[in-house]
């Protein structure tokens, strides 16, 4: 049957007969313009969802999750200030019409009513999604993964402390500003959402600030799957360093006057706690779920007769701001006014090809302010020996660390997190000393979960900051890529370039580590960030590269508001010799700070014209010992280093493969989703020479004397060219 009609007339019919459901009165201080306020909101919020299921209906509107029940969320919105950024359920449209109520000039029922038909003038995701979202409101949009906005509500929250301290030039919070992130009650049972609690709990048991109002709003169900009763109070009113606050969601002077309390708990005490909110969802849970599938007629009319809007009519009546028809007439007045309105939404354009939906991919540059290099007192004091160190070769750990501690003497706004990087350095050295420079609240030592450390970087890049967070091992990503995926690469997508999570990921990775941990820590499979919309994939074999090519990364992240990952090949962060022990020749000396590797430059390693090598980290230390072994046979070769693995460098390749025989592809990761699938493509597009390659095979890498078996070698590359080349001839 048609719940929505049948809530809508029980709703005309029970007020105007004053046959109001039961409840606690009107008892707690709520002045009569804010409650008229909610009220007004809650109809509109009604309004919106009835307009939008009826736009579906009739092919004009798309898949929404309706809000419909959470009305009284709408109280809390009014209890906060509108430069408190919210991450939202997304069942809040109630938040965000409150809220829109506090700034001048907003137009929120005709820009909802956009978002629901997917017009490219909605001004938040311009068509890409129906998304809650307002840039002149502090709401960053949020799709509906199950809780994947939590992690970064925490990271936000850190920002704050950090910022009071050391404003970065994009600051975009005040000081007394508080974060608020809105889930389901079914949401908290997910590892994401642990995760975020228990890191907030950990910032806070050790008395780091984090203003941070988690908001669970529980209606008993999850899609289909009832939460049990009592479940949410009995989890979470205990938990340490998580003060815990609850209210009746169907009453919106209880919900107000404790909203309060806990905003003004975590704005003093610049703590985190956790505010449960009982709600009731009508209808099913989105789009054309209907809920009598998995509930019986009496559940779901007994969540009808406990209509939110019912409850307030009966409280605005009891507390004499309001009598009942006089509600039913502000009712009935909002339907009509938004079914004009979406009359005419319903006209506006769409997005209607590829380059319009993807115009957002890539975010829009932003004017820096220009940077001061340090003094050279300054730098010699922070670098000490390493001044000296600096005018010999060095392997590539050293490098990068020099390179880091120059970023950071020269961008004040980066700030560095991950497991181990402060006291120990890093499992490899290359943080040594940084957070002896900068200190423990720009080098961040973060508690064991990768999921909290990325969601820790794209909520202070919320706030101005640059961040560089560190993934121990390539294999731990997997623990949290949709943290990348869902999170920190859609953020531009869906908010049409307003909002962005400009970083450089930092990762331990690929093959070639000898005899030590197997897979978990060898694993030379990125398939996961290589076909990521917008995600830039930088990967060094040299130290000098990897010095530049970071430089470059951050420049991207800080200019130009790009997401980046730097990959860095563990099994070269140490490397010396190329071709012979105690050659050295596979140290570099440090560059001068002001050189760089641009986004698309290769590089090219001599002249040959017999054949040319594509490759990239391990595989070009590799291919160029093998090109010594076949300049001895009489083959010339020329080795070419892509350095940048997504977006592929395909013109600096063309331009450095030409006059070449023929061309070899040597590529470290599987066969099955490695890079070479996207080189051969473009081989086979552009190219009229012989080619091949090289991978890896399709399996884990082993511990012990067989690590590398999988893999190519020196002696494979040569035995690979001199194939190709019988070809040729």
Not at 72 to 77: E, P, R, T
Not at 244 to 257: A, H, V
Request: glycine share 8%.
């Amino acid at each position: 049957m048609d719940r929505v009609s049948i809530v809508h007339e029980n709703f005309l019919r029970r007020v105007a007969e004053n046959d109001l459901p039961q409840g606690k009165p009107a008892t707690d201080p709520l002045d009569e313009q804010t409650a008229l306020s909610i009220f007004r909101t809650a109809c509109v919020t009604r309004a919106l969802d009835r307009e939008s299921r009826k736009m579906q209906a009739a092919g004009k509107g798309y898949y929404s999750i309706g809000p419909s029940g959470h009305e009284g969320i709408a109280a809390i919105a009014a209890a906060l200030r509108p430069t408190d950024m919210a991450f939202l359920h997304y069942r809040d449209a109630a938040f965000q019409i409150q809220r829109a109520a506090q700034v001048p000039g907003q137009t929120v029922t005709w820009d909802m009513l956009l978002s629901y038909t997917c017009s490219s003038e909605d001004p938040i995701s311009g068509g890409r999604h129906k998304v809650l979202g307002s840039k002149a409101l502090s709401i960053p949009p949020q799709t509906s993964t199950i809780a994947s906005h939590l992690p970064k509500a925490v990271g936000a929250a850190y920002s704050l402390g950090l910022a009071r301290k050391q404003p970065p030039q994009f600051k975009s919070m005040p000081d007394d500003a508080i974060i608020y992130c809105s889930f389901g009650d079914a949401s908290v049972n997910h590892s994401t959402a642990q995760g975020a609690f228990n890191t907030a709990q950990w910032t806070s048991y050790q008395s780091v600030p984090l203003p941070l109002l988690f908001v669970c709003e529980d209606n008993g169900i999850g899609i289909s799957t009832k939460t049990p009763r009592g479940w949410v109070k009995s989890t979470f009113e205990n938990r340490p360093g998580l003060k815990y606050f609850e209210c009746d969601g169907l009453d919106i002077f209880e919900t107000y006057r404790v909203a309060i309390e806990a905003a003004e708990y975590v704005r003093q005490r610049r703590k985190p706690a956790f505010l449960h909110v009982r709600t009731i969802r009508l209808y099913g849970h989105a789009g054309a779920d209907v809920a009598m599938a998995y509930l019986s007629r009496q559940e779901v009319e007994a969540e009808e007769a406990n209509d939110p809007l019912l409850h307030m009519v009966r409280q605005l009546s009891q507390a004499g701001i309001l009598d009942p028809h006089a509600a039913l007439a502000i009712y009935n007045e909002t339907a009509a006014r938004i079914a004009r309105v979406a009359a005419e939404v319903v006209t506006r354009p769409r997005l209607s090809n590829a380059e319009e939906v993807m115009a957002s991919l890539v975010p829009p540059p932003r004017d820096c302010a220009p940077v001061e290099p340090p003094s050279s007192d300054l730098r010699e004091e922070i670098f000490g020996s390493d001044m000296t160190a600096m005018t010999k070769p060095q392997p590539m750990g050293k490098l990068i660390n020099m390179a880091l501690t120059d970023i950071m003497l020269e961008h004040g706004e980066v700030v560095m997190m991950g497991e181990d990087i402060a006291r120990k350095g890093g499992n490899y050295g290359v943080t040594q000393r940084l957070s002896q420079r900068f200190g423990r609240a720009r080098v961040i030592d973060t508690l064991l979960d990768e999921q909290s450390i990325l969601g820790l970087a794209i909520g202070m890049a919320q706030n101005g900051f640059i961040p560089l967070p560190e993934i121990q091992f390539l294999a731990y990503l997997h623990n949290a890529e949709d943290q990348l995926r869902g999170e920190a690469a859609t953020l531009p997508f869906f908010s049409d370039g307003q909002y962005t999570n400009p970083m450089v990921v930092r990762i331990s990775g690929l093959g070639y580590q000898k005899g030590f941990g197997g897979h978990f820590h060898n694993d030379n499979s990125i398939a996961v960030l290589r076909d990521i919309p917008g995600l830039i994939l930088a990967c060094p074999s040299n130290g000098r590269d990897a010095a530049m090519m970071l430089r470059e990364c951050v420049r991207l992240a800080r200019e130009e508001q790009r997401l980046v990952v730097f990959l860095e090949p563990i099994a070269l962060y140490m490397m010396r010799d190329l071709h012979q022990d105690g050659d050295g020749a596979w140290m570099c000396e440090y560059p001068e700070p002001s050189e760089r590797i641009a986004l698309g430059e290769v590089g090219v390693h001599g002249k040959g014209k017999d054949i040319a090598i594509l490759t990239f980290a391990n595989g070009a230390y590799l291919s160029r010992q093998a090109q010594a072994d076949l300049a001895a046979q009489g083959v010339n070769a020329r080795v070419i280093d892509m350095r940048w693995l997504v977006p592929l460098p395909e013109e600096a390749i063309l331009d450095a493969i030409k006059g070449c025989k023929a061309v070899l592809v040597v590529d470290e990761t599987r066969r099955t989703g490695g890079v070479a699938e996207a080189v051969m493509a473009m081989l086979a597009e552009k190219v009229d020479v012989p080619f091949a390659r090289l991978t890896a095979d399709d399996s884990f890498i082993p511990t012990g004397p067989a690590y590398a078996a999988t893999m190519p070698s020196r002696d494979t590359i040569a035995a690979a060219v001199t194939a190709l080349l019988e070809k040729v001839k």
